[in-house]
């Protein structure tokens, strides 16, 4: 099956305490991204990636670090979390081949919380 | 990305068809309309998108406007699981692949 997988589901942690979520896809895309979903601010893009070695800053990267050393895995790592950090992650994926079909996968998501 | 206005929330009643509108009204030639959806505790996922003519999946219809400054989303019989939040986005795929999500329409459908 197709799909997005995002480990842990639910991590609580505290301030400081590095933590990596993992990302993984099984559909060969070259495109994955990091979301954060707060409550009145929506989904915005954290980093992305168009391939691998390549990565680069979305609309709120400060806080956060991604590598992309395998087509299938995008790591998002928090070296440091902050309180600020909880939120609801998602990964997605897609295909990046120019064209208009290109749809994104999301995974399930991440609950994190930072005390 | 061109900016879509949606209203923040609509009702319907199971088995009724359901139209939830977007404006785009500063959409350029070469911008994709894209329906993602968040049912609730998951991610997004893709609905339907077009350019110019209406489209049809088995999910759902796509009406768009004659001069693109609006479209419509057809859930043509909405059952208890279409409730969740909708996402109308603008797409130029000659400038990047970013999805720029904006508030949504919160669907609620009742019995």
């Known amino acids: 099956e197709a799909q997005v997988t995002q480990n842990p589901r639910y991590l609580i942690t505290v301030t400081g305490k590095k933590l990596t979520v993992t990302c993984s896809q099984n559909?060969?895309?070259?495109?994955m991204s990091w979301y954060r979903q707060d409550p009145g601010l929506g989904l915005r893009q954290i980093y992305y990636?168009?391939?691998?070695?390549?990565?680069d800053k979305g609309d709120v990267p400060e806080g956060y670090k991604v590598s992309r050393k395998e087509k299938r895995n995008f790591p998002l790592i928090l070296e440091s979390p902050s309180p600020n950090q909880t939120s609801l992650y998602f990964c997605?994926?897609?295909?990046?081949?120019?064209?208009?079909?290109?749809?994104?996968?999301f995974g399930p998501g991440t609950r994190l919380t930072v005390l | 990305d061109a900016k879509t206005t949606q209203p923040n929330s609509m009702e319907s009643n199971e088995e009724e068809p359901v139209h939830l509108p977007c404006n785009h009204s500063?959409?350029?030639?070469?911008?994709?309309i894209h329906w993602y959806r968040q049912l609730p505790s998951q991610g997004p996922e893709y609905v339907i998108h077009?350019?110019?003519s209406n489209v049809n999946n088995r999910m759902a219809s796509l009406a768009i406007a004659e001069d693109r400054k609006s479209s419509t989303l057809i859930l043509h019989r909405a059952t208890l699981r279409d409730a969740a939040v909708y996402y109308c986005?603008?797409?130029?795929?000659?400038?990047?692949?970013?999805?720029?999500f904006g508030k949504g329409t919160t669907l609620s459908v009742s019995s």
């Open positions: 077009g350019l110019t």
């Open positions: 559909m060969n895309h070259e495109y």
């Open positions: 997605a994926s897609s295909p990046l081949t120019g064209h208009h079909t290109d749809t994104q996968y």
């Open positions: 500063t959409i350029s030639g070469t911008d994709y």
């Open positions: 986005i603008l797409r130029d795929y000659q400038a990047g692949t970013a999805l720029i």
């Open positions: 990636s168009m391939n691998v070695e390549v990565t």
